[in-house]
């Protein structure tokens, strides 16, 4: 401990610091100081515990430096000493809570059983304040204990035998009871539709404080747990089962919901349990979890542990295809986008949405961008392998918001991705991607040469000179390539063929595909044929 001395008497402090075995009493430090300003300043390097100064001194008084102590929250033991015995004196210092009030000259004796009396007193005072932070520390801490104990309870981490419950709730000196059921209330909310101006740990206790004040009717968090999984944020509430009826908890549920969409901003669900016994909680949190997770067209709702969500038998449902590639081709980001939104949005209409359509929609359009990126030569996992792609593209599954927001940056990426390479390609490469485009019409050289804007002879001789090949023996070429596909995996016959890649007659067709393979268009699909069955494919 520490122990200041202030007089303007040198001699007396010398006498004072002498005159006490300052160590018998616990102190290991003692200063000095010769006016009310000088000690002030010896506080800053350290808060002595015990204080004796006198009260007359010419620059500041001893009640001066006693009022000051206690008006910057020091705990300090004080001792006052004086020439002149004085009753103002004596009760001002009794009202500053002094320890002792000694006058001069000093007795030793006397002065010993002050300083043992206000070290005695500064020591009380501590202890009680430590007992009295204790105090409040375990009332603070008794929310988070029981808050800790239903954690566990629900995430299974305490078994869900009885006895070993019981054991947990005694050893963390709760009042809970095991003997009666409770209610559990899920709350859940898409991560991705947290909106962005909340950091997500503040949105988190946002979440649980709106939760428990609407779901419990007060501010704490001992039934609150609040978790993460997957893609959803959970906030569960566990309610003694007569706590309240089941059409006041819906109300409830129902006003949480109204608040996080008008001030977290959010859309959120809630699912009741019925009454469960207390080991049965974790089986309860578990379903309604998996009700959360199949629940696409519901949201923004209260549900039932039991309810069943009412769907449509669903249609056969087939994306068409066609006229997204159409889009595509021709790079309308906006209508790419809302066409998908109101094809979603008229399934929902219909009762037809749900998880396993929203998959094959998903697939679908993706088989159109792959086939579009192909034909660009653009490799797919060039634009969809960073994390916020594959993030979005998981999310995407079992969302609304979600998927509009992948199927948004899909588009994004393709149709610049299609743009850019277009304004790198030089006139031959334009030329040819319009045979690409349009080798199943008839097509000749003056089309393909107006669609770059050159004359058809200027197109011939530097379409010759950079790729080696006529436009016809390109074309040619192009057209037996996606023949020979076709022959390979279709069933079409080679009439169809034909015209499928251009031509208008069978034998000009197989003319074309022997000069070009050596072979016969059916000598090639039962030698392919043959091939794969060899070779178990």
């Not at 006052?80 to 002792?100: G, L, V, Y």
């Not at 007992?131 to 566990?152: C, H, I, P, R």
């Not at 109300?251 to 859309?267: G, V």
């Not at 974790?282 to 549900?303: A, P, Q």
């Amino acid at each position: 401990m520490k122990c200041m001395l202030i007089d303007d008497d040198i001699p007396t402090v010398q006498v004072l610091t002498e005159l006490i075995p300052w160590t018998a009493y616990g102190f290991n430090e003692v200063s000095q100081a010769h006016c009310v300003q000088d000690a002030q300043t010896l506080f800053d390097a350290g808060i002595p515990d015990l204080v004796i100064c006198d009260i007359e001194m010419p620059r500041g008084s001893g009640i001066e430096m006693i009022q000051w102590i206690r008006e910057q929250g020091y705990d300090c033991a004080f001792i006052f000493f004086t020439c002149h015995e004085s009753f103002d004196f004596a009760s001002t210092a009794i009202s500053f809570n002094a320890d002792s009030y000694l006058l001069k000259p000093l007795n030793q004796e006397k002065l010993e059983a002050a300083v043992m009396k206000a070290v005695g007193g500064l020591k009380w005072r501590r202890q009680m304040g430590e007992y009295q932070k204790f105090g409040m520390a375990w009332l603070k801490n008794k929310g988070l204990v029981e808050a800790s104990f239903w954690t566990d309870i629900l995430m299974a981490t305490i078994s869900p035998r009885l006895d070993l419950i019981q054991g947990e709730i005694l050893k963390r000196e709760l009042t809970i009871k095991t003997e009666q059921s409770y209610v559990l209330v899920l709350a859940s909310v898409f991560l991705s539709e947290i909106d962005e101006k909340w950091n997500e740990s503040t949105f988190r206790y946002a979440f649980a404080n709106l939760s428990s004040e609407i779901m419990l009717l007060r501010l704490e968090y001992d039934r609150i747990v609040s978790y993460q999984k997957n893609s959803m944020l959970y906030v569960a509430v566990i309610l003694d089962e007569d706590d309240t009826s089941q059409v006041q908890l819906e109300e409830r549920a129902t006003l949480l919901i109204q608040l996080m969409n008008e001030y977290l901003k959010c859309m959120g669900t809630c699912y009741i349990s019925e009454a469960k016994p207390i080991n049965e909680l974790s089986g309860v949190k578990t379903e309604l979890e998996r009700m959360d997770h199949s629940n696409v067209m519901f949201r923004g709702k209260v549900h039932g542990q039991h309810t069943v969500f009412q769907r449509e038998q669903p249609e056969r449902y087939d994306l068409d295809t066609e006229m997204y590639t159409s889009l595509f081709i021709e790079r309308e980001k906006a209508q790419i986008v809302n066409r998908l939104k109101k094809d979603l949005e008229q399934l929902v209409a219909k009762n037809q949405l749900h998880a396993e359509t929203l998959q094959v929609i998903r697939e679908d359009f993706l088989q159109v961008v792959y086939a579009i990126l192909a034909k660009k030569n653009v490799q797919a996992h060039q634009l969809f392998t960073d994390q916020l792609a594959q993030q979005l593209y998981v999310k995407s599954e079992y969302s609304l918001f979600d998927f509009m927001k992948w199927a948004h940056l899909v588009t994004e990426r393709t149709v610049e991705t299609i743009k850019e390479s277009q304004r790198s390609e030089g006139i031959v490469d334009k030329a040819m991607r319009y045979i690409h485009d349009n080798y199943t019409k008839d097509l000749n050289r003056d089309e393909v040469a107006a669609s770059v804007f050159l004359t058809p002879d200027y197109l011939a001789k530097v379409f010759k000179q950079e790729t080696g090949l006529t436009m016809k023996e390109y074309l040619n070429d192009y057209r037996i390539k996606a023949a020979k596909l076709m022959l390979i995996e279709s069933r079409l016959s080679i009439g169809q063929i034909a015209m499928e890649t251009g031509y208008e007659t069978i034998s000009y067709f197989s003319t074309v595909f022997k000069k070009l393979t050596g072979e016969t268009p059916n000598a090639y699909r039962s030698r392919q044929s043959y091939d794969r069955e060899k070779n178990g494919v």
